[in-house]
């Protein structure tokens, strides 16, 4: 079956750059799509179709696709950033998610 | 703007089935640009999807659940649903409701959730 795979953790300091990888099997062939998630939240889409911002998030957020890698990036990451993210793609109708990174920015 | 709210038994026995519903309000289940979903996060561990429906019938599930589940809508009360038997420790999870946009100038992505619905598996 399709895996997609994440680091379980990224740290990054406040006004840094994070970026947070995910990788599958020729990844860059498909869409990829991200969402980010707070403790106790349900999650929320921030990146679709690789690099595509959903109306309010902030242009901080950013992604690309290529490859076998797909990358969330979050420039000047604020302390309020600190979540779970997932990448997710579809693969023959069905959904894959990552196993998910802790985002730390401390 | 949709709204989609789970409601259903907050604890079921091992070998039972999990039976849990999709209230939606704001739009319609019987779009034809939408697949209704249900994901689940294990306690400690990270989403996973569990299947979707559409309108037309058209439906698909996990290749590690597919024996164990059924996604069916329910047009007059707006609203979907998720049976997955035979349950263990192991389906213990928050269960969300979600809405995935597919087809011409949509997402391709899961763009509402519900807030999510904890189920225990526990005799």
């Keep these: 079956s399709y895996e997609l795979t994440q680091?379980?953790?990224?740290?990054?300091?406040?006004?840094?750059?994070?970026?947070?990888?995910?990788?599958?099997?020729?990844?860059?062939?498909?869409?990829?799509?991200?969402?980010?998630?707070?403790?106790?939240?349900?999650?929320?889409?921030?990146?679709?179709?690789?690099?595509?911002?959903?109306?309010?998030?902030?242009?901080?957020?950013?992604?690309?696709?290529?490859?076998?890698?797909?990358?969330?990036?979050?420039?000047?990451?604020?302390?309020?950033?600190?979540?779970?993210?997932?990448?997710?793609?579809?693969?023959?109708?069905?959904?894959?998610?990552g196993g998910g990174t802790k985002l730390t920015v401390l | 703007q949709v709204q989609l709210q789970e409601s259903g038994p907050g604890l079921?026995?091992?070998?039972?089935?999990?039976?849990?519903?999709?209230?939606?309000?704001?739009?319609?289940?019987t779009s034809e640009r939408y697949y209704w979903s249900w994901i689940r996060r294990p306690p400690g561990k990270g989403l996973e999807w569990i299947g979707h429906i559409h309108y037309s019938g058209s439906r698909n599930s996990s290749p590690s659940l597919k024996s164990r589940v059924s996604v069916s809508l329910d047009t007059s009360k707006n609203q979907f649903s998720l049976r997955l038997n035979s349950v263990t420790a192991a389906d213990t999870a928050v269960y969300y409701c979600g809405r995935y946009c597919s087809g011409a100038g949509c997402s391709l992505a899961i763009d509402d959730w519900g807030q999510g619905t904890l189920v225990t598996v526990s005799s």
């Design chain 2, 12 to 29: 079921v026995k091992p070998s039972e089935t999990l039976s849990l519903i999709c209230t939606v309000s704001g739009g319609s289940v």
């Design chain 1, 7 to 97: 680091p379980p953790s990224v740290s990054v300091s406040p006004g840094q750059t994070a970026s947070i990888t995910c990788s599958g099997d020729e990844l860059g062939d498909k869409y990829a799509c991200w969402y980010q998630q707070k403790p106790g939240l349900s999650p929320v889409l921030v990146i679709y179709q690789d690099n595509k911002r959903p109306s309010g998030i902030p242009e901080r957020f950013s992604g690309s696709n290529s490859g076998n890698t797909a990358t969330l990036t979050i420039s000047g990451t604020q302390a309020m950033d600190e979540a779970d993210f997932y990448c997710q793609t579809w693969v023959s109708g069905t959904a894959v998610f």
